[in-house]
Structure formats: structure tokens, C-alpha cells
């Protein structure tokens, strides 16, 4: 199974956002370990700290944690304890922690009445969620059929296909607890491209595009029958033999990317590609004239 990378270079999905964390009672247990912890996605704060400001009610003094942007935080008294709702806390995408724009949500772990969402420009949302469920999509390898199997031939079309159920939409869901906040996101195959390794192919059909049918196959099965009567639907004809070194052949899937969540909210993202490669040989068949 492999991770879609977005086809769209210019895609800026939320770089940061807050969620919740802790009940007042899981924090209090975990203040009593005596470690200390994360206020934010960023910041660690020894044990004493997490004590002044959520036990004791002690302002948290942002201003010197390098958020300029914050500002100072009114403590809590015995970490909201008989209160209904979440501290919440800053996190940040996947492979995104060095981004400049990570440091945006800059907020020390703060409370949030329960059923509530934060009044902040870095509250999540359904979209932020679908953008989250994304980046844990997984898709089959793609690993196309050939036939020849063990070695194309010269000016000789290779048929390439995947048979039906190969490809199918794949769904995540994310949500945030006790928010009723969730994010569907879902990933559709609709193409498959193939770059056969070499200037001196040419590929079936034209554009390298092979359609994904309905029920998931790509391209026609070989049989002598089907390869009498016209070209694959899917395939490469190669023009110069390998010289020991195989061609490497890169498939490459498209997947449609949809999503649906909290509040009948629904929406595209850009399209997500996967791609592989595998080896091909190339002979080139003699024949002598007499």
C-alpha cells in the first residue's frame, strides 16, 4: 500500500490547528507523573509550570515562548476539575513541523466549554479534517500485468493490464471527539499513465492514459484473439532492445479526491497520484532473408 501525493504543487491545506487534548481529569493524572509536557506543538513545560497555570491559576506568560502573536493566558484553578469540557492543544501536519506557518497556533493549552468549538482562526474544521484524512489514505501498489511476461520484443506491442476489483475508492474518516466534528475523505481511481522508461516507445493510447473501468480493470487481458484484431488498449511498443540494463516502466495512478462531514458539508481536494516502477527487458528478434 503507498501514501498519494498531491498532483497539485500550489495546495496549501492547514499547516496547524487545535484539538482537544485532556479532561480535566486525565491532565491532573498526567501533571502527578511529575515529566512535564507539551503546552503546544512546540513547547515543553516542566512540571512546575504545568502546576502555577492549570492548578494553581497562575498566567502563562506566552510572550517569552516566542508567540509574539499570543497573549498572556489566565490560569485555571485544580485543572478545571467538575467542569464539562477539553483543554485543547495545538498540532501540526504531517512532515509540516519545520514550516514557518506551524508556529501559528501559538496558544499555551487552553479550556473549551464542552460542545463548543474554538472562536480562533486555527479552529478545525470539516475541511481541515478532510485535508488530515488525506494524508492517511493508502492505495494498492500499482503493478500492471504485461504479456509478454518475461521480456517485450522490437516494433511488438506489450499488452498492460490490471484486472477487475484491482482498484477501488478507498475512505478515511477522521473526527474530533466530543466535538461532532468528522471528515470523510475518499479517494477514487480514474486513470492510469504509463511512462515506458524510454524516448523510443511509443504507448497505447497515444497520451499514456489508460482508462479505469467501473469495476476497477485497466486495459484488456492478451489473448491471441484480441492481439489479431488491433492494438491494447493499454500497453507500450518499445523501438530499441535493452542493452542489459531493463527499461524501467513507471504506472501511475490518479485518484479523484472527495470529501463529506459534519453538517452535510461536502468539497474536492486535488487530485492524489501513486506510482511505481518495474523493470522490462527488450529483445530484438534476427531473421535472415534467403
Not at 516566542?66 to 501540526?92: E, Q
Not at 509478454?148 to 516494433?155: D, E, I, Q, R
Not at 487481458?221 to 507500450?236: I, K, L
Request: some cysteine; hydrophobic content about 35%.
Amino acid at each position: 500500500m503507498g501514501e498519494l501525493r498531491s498532483v497539485d504543487p500550489n495546495w496549501r491545506p492547514p499547516t496547524c490547528w487545535y484539538e482537544p487534548v485532556f479532561s480535566p481529569e486525565q491532565l491532573k493524572a498526567t501533571v502527578a507523573t511529575g515529566e512535564g509536557g507539551l503546552v503546544n506543538a512546540h513547547v515543553w513545560w516542566s512540571n512546575r509550570l504545568w502546576v502555577d497555570h492549570y492548578g494553581k491559576g497562575k498566567p502563562a506568560r506566552t510572550a517569552g515562548l516566542h508567540f509574539p502573536r499570543s497573549p498572556d493566558a489566565d490560569g485555571y484553578k485544580n485543572y478545571n476539575l467538575g467542569k464539562k469540557g477539553m483543554f485543547w492543544r495545538s498540532t501540526v501536519r504531517k512532515g509540516k513541523y519545520q514550516d514557518s506557518k506551524a508556529w501559528d497556533c501559538g496558544r499555551v493549552m487552553f479550556w473549551q466549554p464542552a460542545g463548543a468549538i474554538p472562536e480562533d482562526a486555527y479552529a478545525p474544521t470539516p475541511e481541515t479534517l478532510a485535508a488530515f484524512a488525506y494524508d492517511r489514505i493508502r492505495v494498492p501498489d500499482t503493478r500492471v500485468e504485461l504479456k509478454p511476461a518475461h521480456g517485450s520484443t522490437v516494433n511488438l506491442p506489450t499488452w498492460m493490464w490490471l484486472d477487475k476489483g484491482t482498484f477501488k475508492a478507498v475512505g478515511v474518516r477522521a473526527d474530533l471527539p466530543g466535538t461532532g466534528l468528522y471528515a470523510v475523505t475518499t479517494a477514487t481511481p480514474v486513470a492510469l499513465h504509463l511512462q515506458p522508461g524510454t524516448d523510443e516507445a511509443r504507448t497505447y493510447p497515444a497520451s499514456g492514459d489508460c482508462e479505469i473501468g467501473e469495476d476497477g480493470s485497466i486495459g484488456t487481458p492478451y489473448s491471441r484473439e484480441a492481439a489479431a484484431t488491433g492494438d491494447p488498449h493499454c500497453g507500450v511498443e518499445y523501438l530499441r532492445a535493452t542493452d542489459g540494463r531493463p527499461y524501467q516502466l513507471t504506472a501511475s495512478v490518479t485518484w479523484a479526491i472527495s470529501w463529506k462531514g459534519t453538517g452535510g458539508a461536502t468539497g474536492d481536494l486535488p487530485n492524489g497520484t501513486f506510482e511505481s516502477t518495474q523493470d522490462v527487458h527488450v529483445q530484438e528478434i534476427q531473421s535472415v532473408n534467403r
